[in-house]
């Protein structure tokens, strides 16, 4: 079975400040990495994902996640923060090839960004 | 283009009745997957249909069902409600599932409380 941790519930960076928002997963076989942005009252947002290839990748809003396969583990960075960014963050991980779609998630971190 | 739309948004039921959910894909997508997403807690996959049949189901109980229509919209059934049904049911279109590297598009969900 997979599944995701996501080990922090809360971030709180100070606007203008790098961020980083943890996640490492279990899966067997390759994994297919994701990572969603969840507004109040929203649905879920993709952000970027991991499939194969360079182990850091760029996704929307200047959003990068770095992948470490020996760590198992998919972190989301900024370089520089916005207040606008506070929101709540999940990693999910698919299974490799013909794993079909399903998505497990982790639990979910919390990013406070104050100005 | 629209996105994944849901109806209805939010959604007040009792305990024992039923409730049906209803999720339009995003043109083009023909794969739709539903996510119950309890308060606090990330989204936890119930079905996934393609083409009209399922091709993935979660730990959920049967009073959960859901169908998927030529038109690749789908509905979800809850039936004989608990308080624990109370959650935000997310849907989610991609174009097809074996290709697992695509992303999943969600909608804002529908907010359903069970007193």
């Known amino acids: 079975a997979q599944s995701v941790a996501q080990p922090e519930d809360q971030v709180n960076v100070a606007e203008g400040n790098p961020l980083t928002v943890k996640c490492t997963y279990s899966?067997?076989?390759?994994?297919?990495l994701f990572w969603y942005v969840q507004y109040p009252n929203r649905g879920l947002q993709f952000l970027l994902k991991?499939?194969?290839?360079?182990?850091l990748v760029k996704g929307s809003y200047g959003f990068e996640a770095e992948f470490n396969k020996s760590q198992t583990s998919f972190h989301l960075k900024k370089p520089s923060a916005l207040v606008s960014d506070s929101a709540l963050y999940f990693c999910a991980v698919r299974g490799g090839r013909n794993a079909g779609n399903m998505l497990t998630f982790g639990g979910g971190t919390r990013l406070m960004v104050k100005p | 283009d629209a996105g994944v739309t849901q109806s209805p948004t939010h959604l007040i039921k009792t305990r024992g009745q039923h409730v049906t959910l209803r999720c339009s894909p995003i043109s083009g997508h023909k794969s739709v997957s539903w996510y119950q997403q309890v308060l606090g807690q990330g989204p936890q996959f119930i079905f996934q249909?393609?083409?009209?049949?399922?091709?993935g189901r979660g730990n959920f109980p049967d009073r959960f069902s859901a169908r998927q229509f030529p038109n690749y919209s789908s509905e979800l059934n809850v039936n004989a409600l608990l308080l624990g049904d109370s959650a935000l049911y997310l849907c989610a279109s991609s174009p097809n599932p074996v290709y697992s590297n695509q992303p999943q598009h969600f909608g804002d969900g529908t907010r359903l409380s069970i007193l």
């Open positions: 899966v067997s076989g390759n994994p297919y």
């Open positions: 991991y499939i194969t290839g360079d182990n």
């Open positions: 249909y393609y083409e009209k049949e399922e091709r």
